[in-house]
């Protein structure tokens, strides 16, 4: 089988569409702030992608005067009509920030009230574990002391 054209028009679109969704279009270049963190854009991207083609026959007045030369048993082509199309959609989620001992996303979109009370509980959580068995120790320290 020989190189068809909408082998051509796919292999051109394919390529053009590698060259602009990569792993650097996702997960952008992290860039370090003064403090030491670390921040790195997240994307989302979707691509799409169609090629169709036709071959024509060609008009009934030149099959006639055509003979065997056209055709694809004769060894001739065909015309060839196609298109190829695509489309490529680059949306930002968020920005990963990496520093402090901490991971953090800050999503773009969405609620960010609700995001930021819910990376605060586990903070909260050792705060009130630590006041509980602080306040724990010196009844247990007052007990021993009464004892003695």
Known sequence: ???????????TAMESIQQIVDVNTIVGDPVETPDGSVII??????????????????????????GSGTGQGGGGSLPFGGGAGAGVSVQPVGFLVVGNGTIRLLPVDGNVVIDRLLDTVPDLLDKLTGMINRKKKPLADDIIIARD
């Open 41 to 66: 854009p997240i994307s989302r991207v979707s691509c799409g992608f169609a090629a169709g083609g036709s071959e024509f026959a060609p008009p009934e007045d030149n099959k006639d005067n055509a």
């Open 1 to 11: 089988m020989g190189n068809h054209p909408i082998e051509s028009l796919m292999k």
